[in-house]
């Protein structure tokens, strides 16, 4: 297969001339009240969240399957009909087509140019950066004959309008409830209700596709129900209006599915020619915004403003963090990942049709990681989310689980299912840490937060039996005030719980789960090895915010925290559980509201010890002979990985984690990249796979391994884990390696002969190198996160500027020179590196540094710092220019 994709400029954008050969191919386009996905031929879906489909809801194999598509029709004659988006009944317009695809950060154009019809047909589609809750196709048809064309077009578009759950529940019974509305431009259809058994309520969405020519003339004709657009044979790749050139008959247009078909009038264009014609797709709560509309987009030149200042806004988004390396494709690859935290943000886990679960919301986990980019990027407004983020937080150390768009819109549980991810505490913190590390505000330790509560406490092992939802969601005081606590409250609360919180070999328990969604049989007596490793490495960074903040300073805590820091006998399962226990006692259904202080220096002691006590426990129980660490029991208790037979069973998690959080002395982590190397790389594609192949299901541990064998999380190369693990690499000083896992994944991607994806980092790759789940994954941020921290180091320490770069030989293979820019301070800063020769020992070293031109100091670590009090007096107009030379 030809090349997918071919970059054209240094801002992402691209062409293909093969992507209409690739069904499950989709491209986003969103803004905050709209989303939309769009395949090569225009397949995909419209909505404003799950309630409010314009374009019916579809699935992955949907974009194959489905004869429901945005379509644009050419009625020439009786003999010469013509779809310009190639969605047709005639098998040989495909191959009469010459197709290409232009897109860009967020705009998707494509073009089909038919000689035997004569028409050059470009499509182009994006949703305004503006806000404006449309999704705009302009059409723009060419006659490239020697000879005056005349054809009659039509847009066609066919309307859900409604909840995606309707789609398989009382798909008939909702289209009664469809009142259509013939609008001058096109159609409106406003549902009497949103039917849901567990209570209807009104429906305020008004839906509409309109559309005009580009002298803002509208439709001579309109369509505005399926049934008459298609008759009866219902068949929307050969609908009877176009076919037949038949008017509407409109006798009963109510209850029906409704339709978006704009036929206008008969054109006649010169060879050479061209006409425009603009259809707009959308939704609104406010009926008078659609005028407004038709104002905004009206003329071929205000379409083509709106799509400039699109592309302005993502580029910038794109370029927050902007790296010129010596591979041009893998920096304009980069900006795609760059705007794959404001993707999830927009789209949640469940908007694009890999992500055909849930009913919108990120998640928790989603939550903090999307903060990681947003933080690199602008972390000072990313502050007061930080701080509400934390009203998530429970009592007991767990959490809501589903985060709304609306600020402080938090949900227990998407699907109403009681459970616990045993890893959410881990994300808070290291989120927040990156935070303080790049701006030093150590005063947001101290902002007050609310705690979230439902009716499920004790990490949802009880039930509050009083709560109603009229309590509220706000966890309260004995004599009903609502309390609030500081965000080191919440933090300690989140890791001390977790470590009394202990199965039977004195781990963390797995409960519902941990990162890896699919361990989810083993609530009962499962232990997560690896996420242990991490919240011992919380409590140590805990333990060392506390004395930046001051030894001598007083630390504000809610009077039933103290129970968790009470002396308890560290080998004891029965004391610990008996301990977490009492703490939950006295908190399951509120707090007294008293308050106690505690010594800053006495409190990191405890927390120290605590970790020191986890991590050499992990060591002396968990390293295995086979040369890796075991991260997992299951539910019969039994320990996951190791020699099983003749069989190997290994998981990466569980090595990244023991090796990010120091638990892997030198000597361990370096067999435990003999073992990966060994046992999960995967020579075809030069990636690691997430574990071994088991073989055998896990009953007791989880559904991962009733999944075939490569993908999603049973042995998938999961982009989320290389990446993870190639920080953890750098972190302790094997760049090389590093490298080789991290840049394995752009490979991937790049290689679109297997990929067969757009540019971005998708969720994971299965054995044939496939991309899948594209734009919405944690691990754009981390990717993103380790070149800008670890690759280059260029980071933020304690409100400071270090440069600390761990670039390797193979970054200067064409070359000296590669840079990154980025924001640090309000500042805006590009950062050069020089290589000189072959680094020594595979490690460059920094002999020299300018700034603006003047010579900086390196200081004993080799390290360049500059001090933010330096860095706040630099213009702020300017881009501040930092060379670094490298031998």
């Not at 232990?527 to 991490?534: C, D, I, Q, R, T």
Request: charged fraction near 25%; glycine fraction near 8%.
């Amino acid at each position: 297969m030809e090349k997918l994709w071919s970059f054209t400029d240094s801002s992402g954008s691209f062409y293909s001339l093969c992507a209409d050969k690739i069904k499950s191919l989709y491209f986003p386009l969103a803004n905050d009240r709209i989303m939309s996905s769009l395949t090569p031929d225009l397949h995909g879906d419209i909505k404003g969240g799950q309630s409010s489909f314009l374009l019916a809801p579809v699935s992955r194999i949907d974009l194959a399957n489905l004869r429901s598509s945005r379509n644009f029709w050419i009625y020439i004659n009786e003999r010469k009909i013509w779809s310009a988006t190639g969605v047709s009944k005639d098998s040989r317009q495909r191959k009469r087509d010459k197709f290409r695809l232009e897109a860009g950060l967020l705009w998707h154009k494509i073009s089909r140019r038919n000689k035997a019809i004569g028409i050059n047909a470009e499509v182009l589609s994006f949703v305004p950066a503006t806000g404006e809750p449309v999704e705009i196709m302009q059409v723009t048809l060419t006659n490239i004959s020697r000879k005056p064309v005349s054809f009659v077009p039509t847009a066609a578009i066919p309307m859900y309008n409604r909840p995606a759950n309707n789609i398989r529940d009382h798909r008939h019974v909702t289209s009664l409830l469809q009142r259509v509305v013939l609008h001058k431009f096109g159609v409106i259809s406003r549902p009497t209700l949103v039917f849901d058994e567990s209570g209807h309520r009104p429906n305020r969405d008004n839906y509409f596709v309109l559309g005009w020519d580009e002298n803002s003339l509208p439709a001579q004709r309109i369509y505005p129900t399926q049934d008459v657009f298609c008759g009866d044979s219902g068949d929307l790749e050969e609908p009877e209006a176009v076919f037949k050139n038949i008017s509407p008959r409109l006798n009963n247009i109510q209850g029906r599915e409704a339709m978006g078909a704009l036929s206008f009038r008969r054109a006649s264009l010169r060879p050479g020619q061209s006409k425009i014609y603009t259809v707009i797709m959308g939704l609104t709560q406010e009926p008078g915004e659609i005028s407004k509309l038709i104002s905004k987009f009206n003329r071929p030149h205000k379409v083509l403003h709106a799509l400039q200042k699109n592309k302005i806004f993502w580029n910038k988004l794109s370029g927050g963090v902007n790296i010129v390396t010596q591979d041009r494709d893998f920096d304009n690859w980069l900006r795609w990942v760059n705007i794959q935290p404001v993707l999830r943000k927009l789209f949640g886990c469940s908007f694009l049709p890999d992500f055909d679960y849930g009913k919108g919301g990120r998640g928790w986990r989603d939550l903090w990681q999307d903060c990681l980019g947003l933080i690199i990027n602008d972390p000072e407004k990313v502050r007061p989310f930080l701080i509400n983020n934390f009203c998530g937080v429970k009592i007991d150390g767990s959490n809501a689980t589903i985060i709304g768009k609306a600020p402080g819109e938090f949900i227990a549980d998407r699907n109403n299912i009681s459970r616990v991810w045993m890893d959410h505490g881990i994300w808070p913190l290291l989120t927040l840490d990156l935070y303080i590390n790049e701006t030093a505000d150590f005063k947001i330790l101290f902002e007050q937060a609310t705690y979230f509560y439902n009716h499920e406490i004790r990490r949802t092992a009880g039930i509050d039996y009083n709560w109603t939802p009229a309590y509220g969601n706000k966890l309260k005081t004995g004599c009903g005030k609502i309390y609030s606590g500081s965000i080191l409250e919440h933090l300690l609360i989140q890791n001390l719980v977790q470590f009394y919180n202990v199965g039977a070999h004195n781990h963390i328990r797995l409960e519902g789960a941990d990162w890896n969604d699919g361990l989810d049989m083993a609530k009962e007596n499962g232990e997560s090895v690896a996420f242990s490793a991490m919240y011992a490495q919380n409590l140590e960074t805990l333990a060392a915010l506390l004395l930046k903040i001051g030894k001598n300073s007083r630390i504000e805590l809610a009077e039933e925290v103290r129970i968790l820091l009470s002396k308890v006998n560290y080998e004891s399962v029965s004391s610990k559980r008996k301990l977490l226990d009492r703490y939950f006692s006295k908190i399951s259904v509120s707090l007294s509201g008293k308050k106690v202080y505690l010594d800053a220096a006495q409190l990191a002691a405890d927390l120290r010890a605590k970790s020191c006590w986890m991590k050499q426990h992990i060591r002396s129980t968990e390293w295995l002979k086979e040369g890796f660490f075991n991260g997992y029991y299951d539910n019969l208790k039994k320990r996951l990985e190791g020699k099983k037979g003749r069989r190997i069973q290994m998981t990466l998690t569980a090595q990244t984690f023991a090796v990010m959080s120091g638990i892997a002395l030198p000597w361990q982590v370096r067999r435990i990249l003999q073992n990966v190397n060994k046992y999960l790389f995967d020579k075809q594609t030069g990636s690691i796979h997430l574990n071994t192949d088991f073989k055998q299901e896990q009953p007791e541990l989880g559904r991962a391994f009733s999944f075939s064998y490569g993908e999603k999380e049973n042995g998938a190369i999961f982009s989320h884990m290389v990446v993870m693990f190639s920080y953890a690499l750098y972190k302790q000083g094997y760049a090389s390696d590093a490298w080789r896992s991290l840049s394995s994944l752009y490979k991937m991607a790049s290689h679109t002969s297997r990929s067969k994806v757009y540019p971005c980092l998708p969720e994971y790759f299965n054995l044939e190198g496939r991309g899948m789940y594209s734009y919405l994954t944690g691990s754009a941020s981390w990717f993103i996160l380790t070149m800008l921290t670890q690759v280059f180091g260029v980071k933020g320490e304690d409100g400071d500027l270090v440069i600390e770069p761990k670039l390797s030989a193979e970054h200067f293979r064409k070359n000296n020179s590669i840079s990154i820019e980025r924001t640090f301070a309000g500042k805006r800063i590009r950062v050069k590196f020089l290589g000189f020769g072959k680094p020594t020992q595979g490690k460059y070293k920094i002999i020299k540094a300018c700034f603006n031109s003047r010579n900086l100091p390196i200081d004993k670590r080799g390290h360049l710092v500059f001090k933010r009090e330096a860095m706040l007096v630099l213009p702020a107009d300017r881009l501040n220019q930092i060379e670094v030379h490298l031998a």
